[in-house]
């Protein structure tokens, strides 16, 4: 069954480097996501991608952020300088305009 | 503010018995209802969907809504240990196109099915 992978599954990173989160979304879908949860709270939308552009994005998603498809296969979350509230589960999900599937996840933890 | 809430729990069932989980939402424009498990440290797993008013059955599962009254519930018939999970609900305004995915998750419902 195809499924959504993320890389890597643990990062450590300090305080003011940048990440790069990676995803592979599932092959045949054309919506890509990215969530967050930190640790007891509620999952939280971040920003949703659609045809090479971001088509709608939470509060969360400042100037920090940003997200790109790289190539046919990869969909990328970049934080530009970590700080420690950005520490937090972040999923990666995709769709085919119907309900979205989640990837494991990437545990950013930022110290 | 487009709110999802649910009842944090524990609800405690023994083996066999019928859970029953429950949502609110707080959007009448929202369309669309899921329910994912959550295992510890783990990702959503999507269970179930449902878009109409009435009841929607999958094996175990049964999801229903009632919009009139914005809610939303899943029932797990023959509950296992297995079960024990936190169950989120999510909720979808403005379906269609590239919105479609932007979930409003409920803070979830920690669920223990025990032997």
């Known amino acids: 069954e195809p499924e959504v992978t993320q890389t890597p599954s643990h990062q450590v990173t300090q305080m003011g480097q940048e990440v790069i989160l990676r995803c592979v979304p599932i092959?045949?879908?054309?919506?890509f996501y990215w969530y967050r949860q930190i640790l007891g709270q509620k999952v939280e939308f971040l920003v949703s991608?659609?045809?090479?552009?971001?088509?709608?994005k939470s509060e969360i998603f400042d100037d920090q952020f940003s997200v790109e498809r790289p190539d046919g296969s990869n969909f990328t979350l970049k934080i530009r300088s970590t700080k420690l509230e950005d520490s937090a589960m972040y999923f990666c999900?995709?769709?085919?305009?119907?309900?979205?599937?989640f990837g494991p996840g990437t545990r950013l933890t930022v110290t | 503010q487009k709110e999802v809430e649910q009842n944090s729990g524990p609800l405690s069932v023994p083996e066999g018995a019928i859970a029953s989980l429950n949502c609110t939402y707080s959007?009448?424009?929202?369309?669309?209802f899921f329910w994912y498990r959550q295992y510890s440290g783990k990702s959503p797993e999507l269970i179930m969907f449902?878009?109409?008013?009435g009841d929607k059955e999958d094996g175990r599962f049964t999801a229903q809504l009632n919009k009139a009254s914005q809610y939303v519930s899943l029932l797990i018939r023959d509950s296992q240990p297995s079960d024990s999970a936190t169950y989120l609900c999510?909720?979808?305004?403005?379906?269609?196109?590239?919105?479609?995915?932007?979930?409003?998750f409920g803070q979830g419902t920690i669920l223990t099915v025990h032997p």
């Open positions: 999900a995709s769709s085919d305009n119907r309900d979205p599937y």
């Open positions: 092959s045949n879908h054309l919506y």
């Open positions: 991608f659609y045809n090479n552009e971001i088509s709608e």
């Open positions: 959007d009448r424009g929202s369309q669309s």
């Open positions: 449902i878009y109409s008013n």
């Open positions: 999510a909720v979808v305004t403005n379906a269609g196109g590239t919105s479609y995915g932007k979930l409003t």
